[in-house]
């Protein structure tokens, strides 16, 4: 026991020894840091003055040493009873904490000056972690627009000159051509053609065997033809015998002498009926092919309309998700979406005397907007049907609107009035179209008619029955008294405001949708099988027939082709599809003459077309 308690004292003894010896290197070790960095501590562990260069640095490695070792000076000395279970905060500042901002600081340091350098010895910029790349929907500034338009307007006037310059190359060529033309009408080349076919009695046979089939229908397989044929038909027949014995005759036979005035007659006035056609038609002026140039894919359904802006600046779609959107013309960029139909939006049509913009839809709905407030402000209501067409007379403040109730409507845009009801069709009416300089309005219909009406007393001045399938499709030429309508069948060419017959341009094997006209006289067409085709106005020659791209994921029979408008400069053909896209269509500037020659043979045309 005795020795226990020696060992327990000397413990003791030894712990006292300890915690002296510790309190004594704490004391060494701050006069020496003190002596080092001349740093004056007072009573209360504050900081009076300080000479070193890294102050800082020096400050805050003595105070970490003393935090992590030792704490501080009071806490190591020998703690009471009643202090044991007090934990006390030393006045001491977290030093740690400073360290590692110091130490974050100067790394921050070091990377922006490594970026500096490699910026100045690179050619390319790098970007700092905190920079973010430009998101490719950001919209655009104004002096990038600005920019595009000026690119725009030069590439226009480049367009003009280059149309003016092959206009005059082409003038040498095309008199050469009248002239080489008008020798072979001199030879007689063309005269002896037609004189060999009508003298080989090609058509004349033709006539004799018709009217001897009518006859044969009325005999007996065993009769003989001269007892039942009737004195008119022996008459008929007889005076063909004489023609075909005559043009024998004519042709080199000399058993006879004789002509007959009857059938030359008949044989002059064949050939002067197609003569005086070939005549009428002017020869076909050549224009460069098309191709597409930008797709713009903003709305969710069938885009069927379009409109342009009279100052060239912006144009309008409207489509079956039974919205109207704004884009502008030169960079394609979307400016606005208006939205207040209820159902698909058929019908685009731009004041030119005013800022208003008119549209029509399947919702039997006509809306005015006022294109400064973006807002709707005027409704025309008294249609009982849905509205298929609209259009706006150039010169009178006058809206035309065509429905499935089979009414064409006249209102007047400012008094919102309902100026004449024009009914007569017995279906529904799919365009309209007016022209300048004229009180003449054209409507077509599905029930394969066009009526062209007097504005001034609303009455009906003729019917049009020419086309056999419903007319989709109107236009009036700018300058022309003429204008065209198109159809399945095919697009008639009519003489205003008389409404005569001149000519069709043949080709399209579907229905057509739309048409379209420029300055140029390029005349287009855009059928439902979504081919394209492009026509001569003054000849009907068509020069070029392609076909649009479907938009990828796009189903088969989304390939058609709704409507199509050129700018106002005929520079660039907008058409709206199916394929829920709008597409730009520009010249070909490659294109020339020889690599696009003009292959213009006219065929002798059947009666009705002449």
């Known amino acids: 026991m005795q020795i226990d308690n020696k060992n327990n004292k000397n413990n003791k003894n030894n712990k006292n020894n300890k915690n002296d010896v510790n309190v004594e290197n704490i004391q060494k070790i701050i006069k020496e840091q003190i002596n080092r960095t001349r740093i004056i501590f007072l009573p209360n562990y504050g900081i009076q003055d300080i000479y070193p260069e890294d102050i800082e640095t020096h400050q805050l490695c003595i105070l970490s040493k003393i935090n992590d070792e030792y704490k501080t000076v009071k806490n190591l000395q020998p703690p009471t009873r009643r202090q044991k279970d007090v934990k006390r905060k030393s006045p001491l500042p977290n030093s740690q904490e400073k360290i590692e901002q110091l130490i974050k600081e100067k790394e921050k340091e070091n990377q922006e000056q490594k970026l500096k350098k490699k910026q100045n010895e690179s050619e390319y910029i790098i970007l700092p972690e905190n920079i973010h790349p430009i998101s490719p929907n950001q919209e655009l500034t104004k002096e990038e627009i600005q920019k595009y338009q000026e690119e725009e307007k030069d590439y226009q006037k480049r367009l003009k000159v280059k149309k003016q310059i092959k206009e005059i190359e082409g003038i040498k060529r095309r008199k050469e051509n009248r002239r080489n033309n008008l020798n072979q009408n001199l030879n007689g080349n063309i005269l002896n053609e037609n004189l060999n076919e009508n003298l080989n009695g090609n058509i004349l046979n033709e006539n004799l065997n018709e009217n001897l089939n009518q006859n044969n229908l009325n005999q007996n397989l065993n009769g003989n033809l001269n007892q039942n044929l009737n004195q008119n038909n022996l008459n008929q027949n007889n005076q063909i015998i004489q023609i075909i014995q005559n043009n024998q005759n004519f042709m080199g036979n000399n058993n006879q002498n004789e002509e007959t005035p009857n059938s030359m007659a008949l044989i002059n006035s064949t050939l002067n009926r197609q003569l005086d056609f070939y005549n009428r038609l002017p020869d076909p002026k050549w224009h460069a092919p098309w191709k597409i140039k930008r797709s713009i894919s903003a709305h969710t359904g069938w885009v069927q309309s379009l409109a342009v802006d009279p100052t060239n600046e912006w144009f309008a779609s409207g489509s079956a998700d039974r919205t109207i959107k704004i884009f502008d013309l030169a960079s394609g960029k979307l400016n606005l979406t208006l939205a207040g139909h209820i159902a698909a939006v058929r019908g685009l049509a731009i004041s030119q ?55 064409v409507r006249v209102w007047d845009i400012r008094t919102r009035a309902e100026v004449f009801c024009l009914s007569g069709h017995s279906h529904t009416v799919s365009t309209v179209s007016s022209q300048t300089g004229t009180p003449q309005l054209i409507s077509g219909s599905m029930d394969s008619t066009v009526r062209t009406w007097d504005l001034r007393t609303g009455k009906t001045i003729a019917i049009l029955t020419h086309h056999k399938k419903g007319v989709r499709s109107s236009l009036f030429h700018s300058s022309e008294y003429s204008f065209v309508t198109a159809s399945k069948d095919n697009i008639k060419h009519w003489k205003s405001p008389d409404a005569k017959f001149l000519k069709n341009f043949r080709g399209h094997d579907s229905i057509v949708n739309s048409l379209a006209l420029n300055q140029d006289n390029v005349l287009v067409s855009c059928g439902d099988d979504g081919t394209l085709y492009f026509w001569d106005w003054s000849s009907g020659y068509n020069f070029q027939r392609t076909k649009t791209i479907v938009q990828p994921g796009s189903l088969e029979f989304e390939a058609g082709i709704f409507a199509s408008v050129f700018d106002m400069t005929g520079s660039r053909l907008i058409t709206a599809e199916a394929d829920k896209t709008i597409k730009f269509w520009v010249e070909d500037d490659e294109a020339n003459e020889k690599t696009h020659p003009i292959d213009w043979k006219p065929v002798l045309l059947s009666r009705r077309n002449l």
Do not use: Q
């Not at 208003?356 to 399947?362: A, H, M, P, T």
């Not at 249609?383 to 009414?407: I, K, N, Q």
């Open 353 to 407: 005397n005013r800022p208003y913009l008119f549209s029509v839809g399947e919702d039997k709905m006509v809306k005015c907007w006022d294109l400064e407030t973006n807002t709707a402000i005027r409704h025309y209501h008294g249609h009982l049907s849905g509205v298929y067409c609209c259009a706006v007379h150039p010169e009178l403040d006058l809206l035309f609107t065509g429905s499935r109730d089979a009414s």
